[in-house]
């Protein structure tokens, strides 16, 4: 007997551990989206207001100080999407399969 696709979406949401993934999921996201903000507006930040540190040479070069911090923010994004997809794929992806498991019994 197959159940109610719509029972299993009324368990599923009422499941006390998927409440509890939500706000975890949900506040992991926000942090990190509020890390990216502060990483990528205070890059541009610079660029709009302190030109001249920006613009400084490394060495005796012709490699502006500003190419390895964007290229440190670009890092920064990868970084942060590797952490997301691997806790993603990893403790979401376990609770997500025990929540459900209890869903559908």
């Known amino acids: ?13 009422s499941h006390p551990e998927y409440q509890a993934l939500r706000r ?8 990190l989206t509020i890390l990216m903000l502060v990483v990528y507006y205070g890059y541009i930040g610079l660029i709009a207001f302190d030109k001249a540190f920006l613009a400084q040479a490394i060495g005796n070069g012709v490699t502006s100080i500003g190419i390895p911090i964007g290229l440190g923010v670009i890092v920064f ?18 609770v997500t399969a025990k929540i459900l498991k209890d869903a559908t019994k």
């Open 1 to 13: 007997m197959a159940k109610d696709p719509a029972d299993v979406v009324q368990r599923i949401q």
């Open 24 to 31: 975890q999921r949900n506040r992991f996201g926000w942090t």
């Open 77 to 94: 994004t990868i970084l942060i999407t590797l952490l997301y997809i691997r806790r993603a794929n990893g403790e979401y992806d376990r």
